[in-house]
């Protein structure tokens, strides 16, 4: 093939390829119009896949905003110390999340038969109701109870699709949508929470799932909290009793005596810095080592066991009281070893086994005075008759001169005012030991009263041949018209007594008697002597009933001072004695002293 025919080949070619690339113009609108519908389904498709990825951001925008409110929530329970504070704090954050009206936390009381609203968050505007839920009765919440625990959850928009014992109660608080979550642990429910709204709400699932978590987060924290309560309750009770028992209670290790606990009673003897002390040291103070009798050796055997309880009887001489102490080796708290001791006071049951050890030899004593009074009455007594049988014989005499029988007619007058006198002196031990002695007192005149005794007295010297005796009247005390409201006769009954000793016990030199005012109302008697004098172990003795016959000093019923005695603390007042042996006695005694008007006086 030549060239013209080659140029001419490729020029045919030329042409049939045109014919290919260039289309006509009805292919050419169709392929534009396929373009079209290709661009078309692409934006579609972009635009579907951009709304998909922004649904898939908003998703994990609003994931994200759960979770950080799940951490916040979380931080704050951890980090407040106040559960309470971090409670309603967190409240306050859901229930502002989650646009509710109110956020309520219910828990069953420990009673078993009632519930509570423990926390509470209101949005502005609704109402706090936590005041009006205290106490309710389960019965009262049990609709609630049996759905919310069968179906693990309550979570509606539209109140009226639950029963009508439910939705009535929440119509009644205006409420139109409620989402309520158990509050359990271990498969043991015991309480809720519950999330009310006002207005419409659907409630988003996310939502829902993000409250269930906290409600668990709450379980656990309002658990423990009961946990830590119910522990702290019962170690407060069992402090407050323990602090109330009138015994003292300690415990302290085994091996250093280092106190762990004390209660409130030993504290109090102690102090209440003594744990950490050594027991012996806060016990008894002094001691250089364990208390002598402590059995702390003995309350564990070879095997390492408690043998029991050891107990005693102890002396304190801190606190000068008596105790009946146990001891026992038990397990403290912390596992280790430890003796724990209790002591009761047994100080009024000691005084009282004393007292009554007293009481018996104070009986064995009085039956023992006694038969000595009764020997010496029976003595008393068969002198003066004796005096008379014996001496009206005589009398009976026709051979007898008129002034022997004068004697012997003495004799027995003086027998017969002896045994007469024995007689009231007995009577009167009757009454008093009755409570039958009554005092009757009348104004008297103590001056006359006391001049009175002086010329008796002269005269009963003279009776019994002792006229060298010196009878003086100390009149330097007396109040000029001394007009007291006493008994004239038990006041004449006390000195006679006390002057009829004075005289029997005297045989030189005086006895002297009279008055002074020593206070505002008291008059102070005495009367002194110079005769034989007392014994100082016998002073507080000479007034107990029945010693004189116990002392036989010279002779007598012994009845005398206990009479005196008793006579004087009717009128108020009191009597002693100041004495010493071979130089004398001075009895002392007052009465209270109340003045009236001289024309008033009868003595």
């Not at 402090?239 to 109090?268: C, G, W």
């Amino acid at each position: 093939m030549n060239q013209t025919e080659r140029i001419a080949q490729l020029e045919d070619e030329v042409r049939e390829l045109k014919a290919q690339l260039y289309a006509t113009s009805e292919e050419f609108e169709a392929s534009n119009e396929e373009l079209d519908k290709f661009k078309t389904q692409l934006e579609q498709m972009v635009e579907l896949k951009t709304t998909e990825l922004t649904a898939r951001q908003e998703e994990l925008e609003k994931l994200n905003r759960h979770q950080e409110v799940f951490i916040k929530v979380m931080q704050i329970l951890q980090l407040e110390e106040d559960v309470s504070k971090g409670m309603n704090i967190t409240l306050e954050i859901i229930g502002n999340y989650t646009r509710v009206s109110r956020v309520q936390i219910f828990e069953n009381n420990t009673d078993g038969t009632t519930y509570s609203c423990r926390y509470e968050w209101c949005s502005e505007g609704i109402d706090p109701i936590i005041h009006f839920s205290q106490n309710l009765p389960l019965k009262y919440g049990k609709p609630w109870f049996d759905l919310l625990y069968a179906n693990n959850i309550i979570c509606t928009s539209d109140i009226y699709s639950l029963a009508p014992e439910i939705y009535e109660m929440l119509d009644r608080q205006y409420v139109k949508a409620i989402l309520a979550l158990p509050m359990s642990m271990y498969g043991t429910h015991f309480g809720f929470i519950i999330f009310t709204v006002c207005n419409d709400k659907t409630w988003d699932e996310k939502e829902v799932e993000l409250l269930t978590n906290i409600s668990q987060v709450f379980s656990n924290i309002i658990r423990r909290q009961q946990v830590e309560t119910a522990m702290s309750l019962s170690q407060q009770t069992m402090r407050t009793v323990l602090d109330n028992i009138n015994t003292k209670i300690f415990v302290a290790e085994y091996e250093s005596s280092k106190i762990l606990f004390a209660n409130n009673t030993f504290r109090q003897e102690a102090g209440e810095d003594v744990e950490g002390k050594l027991c012996w040291q806060s016990l008894k103070s002094g001691l250089k080592g364990p208390c002598e009798k402590c059995p702390r050796l003995n309350l564990i055997d070879s095997n390492g066991l408690p043998t029991g309880v050891h107990y005693w009887e102890d002396y304190n001489p801190n606190t000068k009281r008596w105790y009946f102490i146990m001891n026992t080796a038990i397990k403290w708290v912390n596992g280790q070893l430890a003796v724990m001791e209790l002591s009761t006071d047994i100080t009024e049951r000691k005084l009282n086994e004393i007292e009554l050890v007293r009481a018996r030899e104070k009986a064995e004593e009085s039956d023992k005075l006694k038969s000595a009074f009764l020997a010496n009455m029976s003595h008393e007594i068969r002198t003066p008759i004796n005096g008379i049988l014996g001496f009206l014989r005589f009398v009976a005499n026709d051979d007898l001169s008129n002034e022997r029988k004068q004697d012997y007619l003495n004799i027995i007058n003086n027998s017969a005012i002896q045994l007469v006198q024995l007689i009231d002196d007995i009577i009167d031990v009757a009454k008093i030991e009755a409570r039958q002695m009554n005092m009757f007192p009348v104004p008297v005149d103590v001056n006359k009263l006391m001049n009175e005794l002086q010329i008796y007295y002269e005269s009963f010297l003279q009776s019994k041949n002792k006229i060298h005796i010196m009878l003086i009247l100390d009149d330097s005390g007396f109040i000029d018209n001394c007009i007291a409201l006493v008994d004239p006769i038990r006041l004449r009954q006390v000195f006679n007594n006390l002057m009829g000793n004075a005289v029997k016990y005297t045989d030189k030199g005086y006895i002297r008697f009279g008055y002074r005012q020593t206070t505002p109302d008291k008059l102070e008697f005495v009367v002194e002597d110079t005769g034989i004098g007392i014994e100082e172990n016998k002073h507080k003795v000479i007034f107990k009933r029945f010693r004189q016959a116990e002392n036989h000093f010279r002779g007598g019923t012994g009845l005398g001072l206990n009479i005196a005695q008793s006579l004087v603390q009717m009128m108020g007042g009191n009597i002693w004695v100041e004495s010493k042996i071979d130089e004398g006695s001075a009895f002392y005694f007052d009465v209270l002293f109340v003045p009236v008007n001289k024309e008033d006086v009868v003595v």
